[in-house]
């Protein structure tokens, strides 16, 4: 199989972003001045002073209100570097033909590196792979999948593109695998991450464009067959856990989270807001405290209000929203959500299976988890608003010919007409030819 030349990086995303390196620091972030280069060079034009015009205003009043300078000034080059590799990235989407082979590839070594996962979850050796966590109220050192990622809930999110992608392929018969394959290297990853918050999104994303394309799914097979499928595997699981393990993990989770005593699910929505309303009573509602800044301010109100160890050295608010109406203050906060609904119509999101998928997820998602700095989130808003991936696009229904290649159906339909015209006509000439 011909590797990419994007493969290597695409590698280095999904696997090895931020293995071995101090928290906070990426490969991506590393490799930032020379994809900078690399984009100059392929686009022809200056990307980054958008960027600082958009910040300005932010920087000038902000230093008015008084910042810690270091922090603040690291934070801000924490967040270019993390500007520059989305603009590496919508580059290369722009430049690669068929991200879908690149896509495959990191399906198949990811498939490949759960199973591994699994045969050195039995052995001492589980830590490099598995992160053993507070779950929830009642469950202690619980261990999830990380691969070499930071987070269960960070692979999870890597993951995402990827399960909606080839969710799409197995829905539309364009899969080039085994499906029941398929449906193991999908479903794997998502179940050992553990990730509820993921799931749940996924859940909810799926559900937002079945409603909207309701006649398009309703009318075709397969994708009634995998709902039909997916209802009674998950109505007979649900039974064998009420009858056979009424206190495993799932349950106690979904009931902490019911009931209101799953820390992690309160963190990490409407806790983070408080939070942040907390931080912007010392600075400003408007413009927010600043970059770098909420270590300076919220280190003990967070630490204690989550009940850290007097070990904590670092403290966040767990949540993109949050953290951006702390930082940006309404300002900010405002001009997030408006950017997105403005891309989402300019785009034209909805006529793309695909894009509305990720839109949905990432949109929602970002109220419930996530940072302001996380470079998988940014890369799926970027894939929901880069209108690429032709062949999932609602208008022109394109579909695989013998060759790999995508065919308009239309055309393929005129062509099939046309020939048949020309079938029919010969033969109404040999029947005249007879007749004389």
Known sequence: MRISKYFPFAFIYFFINSFALPYGLTYTALLSPLFYIWVLATRRQEVLWPFFLFL???????????????????????????YIFCQTMYTFLLQCDRPAKIFQQLLVINFICCLLAIALFFTPYNIWVWAKQFLTTGVYNFKRLTL????????????????????????????????WLMLAMLLLPLVLSFSLGVISTILLAVAIT???????????????????LGAIAGV??????????????LFVRVVNVISGKDPSGKGRTFEAFWLAEQLLQQKSYWWG???????????????????????????????????????F???????RIAAACFLFVYTKVWHNYYRLLLFSFIFIYQFTGSFITNVA???????????????????????????????NVKSRQ????????????RLKRVMTGLKT
């Open 56 to 82: 300005t205003p932010f920087v000038v009043i902000h230093f008015c209100l008084g910042v810690d300078t270091k922090s603040y000034f690291v934070s801000l080059l924490n967040m270019t570097l993390v």
């Open 148 to 179: 070499l990622s930071y987070e269960p809930s960070y692979y999870a999110l890597l993951f995402t593109p990827l399960f909606f992608y080839f969710g799409l392929q197995l829905i539309f018969a364009r899969n080039t695998i085994n499906s």
């Open 210 to 228: 079945f409603f909207v394309h309701f006649k398009t799914f309703t009318r075709n097979r397969r994708a009634m067959n995998l709902l039909a």
């Open 236 to 249: 007979m699981a649900l039974l064998v856990g009420i009858v056979f393990f009424p206190d495993n993990i």
């Open 289 to 327: 405290i600043g970059p770098g800044q909420i270590k300076i301010l919220g280190f003990e109100l967070i630490r204690n209000y989550y009940g850290y160890g007097a070990e904590t050295t670092r403290v966040a608010i767990p949540n993109a929203a949050a953290e951006t109406l702390a930082i």
């Open 329 to 335: 203050g309404w300002a900010g906060f405002v001009l």
């Open 377 to 407: 989130e940014y890369v799926i808003w970027i894939m929901a608003f880069t209108p690429v991936f032709k062949e999932y696009d609602i208008a022109k229904r394109n579909i695989p010919a013998d060759d790999g290649k995508l065919v």
């Open 414 to 425: 005129a062509g099939g007409g046309r020939q048949n015209r020309l079938r029919a006509g």
